[in-house]
């Protein structure tokens, strides 16, 4: 008995030296940096978008972090080029400091902006983009985030099957490079997306998720106009939409991690303050079992986010 008793000593003391090995391990790899594909499946992310002329200021981008981390902000989507242009426009010594800082960073790419109008679309405009895919791989990023990969609302009705061929043929070749370049790819979807099974615009979250590691539903609450109820709850709104786009990529490895409203725009139906309003909005997506979110501001402005995150602590 007295030797069955130091044998089991011995197994606990052994237990404990491996447990301890193995959380040494985890918090290196923490401080150090992990590859994306862990660090996407096992930490949630907080992101915030950044407008291209911003994401090059290296005195906003530090300004930006020193006051993000702290509030758990690890993650950032980057224009990668200006608006109405292909012509990639990134600063290296950012990407250097926010790699050592440990943030996940995405690139964004809009690929057609206000969607497509008219078929076909010039090969050269295509080289563009993948050219764009290929260097922002090349720089650094995690991620390649495409957006506007959509047919235009009121462009011309081409048959609906038309463009799920077109855009699916796309997401495939966009895919290649970003297999060959060892980045994730994903794709921004229109908020209405994640209800609608066929629309008219093109996208469909079942083709999407065949060629994405993660979608990003643009669940802006405002956005729902016509509808008070939505507007009005913004909490309740966006967590309705990400469990709408968790059921439609079931049973894959795709993740969703919709985009919340860090704008004014359309809040007084809800009759509390933006700060509020982002508040519910984070606490609605971090009670559900997607990837996090990110907040969207067009000019980069952020306080709303930050006094959200300070209240929720």
């Known amino acids: ?35 994306a594909e862990i660090r996407t499946s096992q930490v949630l992310m907080r992101a915030l978008y950044i407008p291209n002329g ?23 989507v980057m224009d990668v080029h200006t608006s109405g242009s292909t012509v990639y426009r990134v600063n290296p010594d ?35 983009l993948y050219s764009l895919t290929a260097a922002a791989a090349d720089s650094g990023f995690d991620e390649i985030q495409l957006d506007y990969i959509r047919f235009a ?46 629309d008219f615009i093109g996208q469909k979250v079942e083709i999407f998720a065949k060629y994405t590691h993660i979608l990003y539903p643009m669940l802006y609450p405002s956005h729902y106009t016509g509808d008070r109820q939505r507007m009005s709850m913004p909490g309740e709104t966006v967590r309705e939409g990400t469990l709408k786009g968790l059921n439609r990529v079931e049973g894959s490895n795709v993740a969703i991690q919709p985009y919340i409203q860090a704008f004014p725009y359309n809040i007084k139906y809800a009759k509390i303050k933006l700060e509020e309003y982002v508040a519910l909005q984070i606490k609605a997506v971090e009670g559900t079992s997607a990837r996090g979110w990110v907040a969207w501001n067009p000019n980069g402005d952020y306080s709303s986010v930050f006094t959200a995150l300070e209240t929720m602590k």
């Open 153 to 198: 609302d009121d462009g011309i009705p081409y048959p609906l099957f038309k463009k799920y061929a077109f855009l699916e043929s796309l997401l495939r070749n966009f895919r290649k490079i970003t297999d060959e370049k060892n980045v994730k790819l994903s794709a921004d979807l229109f908020g209405r997306i994640v209800y609608n099974r066929n």
């Open 54 to 76: 911003k994401s090059r200021s290296m005195d906003y981008i530090k300004s930006l972090i020193e006051k993000g981390k702290p509030l758990g902000i690890n993650m950032l």
């Open 94 to 128: 950012v990407i250097s400091y926010l790699k050592k800082e440990n943030f996940y960073i995405t690139a964004r790419i809009v690929c057609f902006q206000d969607g497509i109008n008219k078929m076909p679309i010039a090969e050269s405009r295509l080289e563009q």
């Open 1 to 35: 008995m007295i030797l069955t008793g130091r044998k089991s000593l011995l197994h606990t003391k052994t237990a404990a030296i491996i447990l301890s090995l193995i959380l040494a391990a985890v918090l290196s790899a923490i401080r150090h940096g992990v590859p």
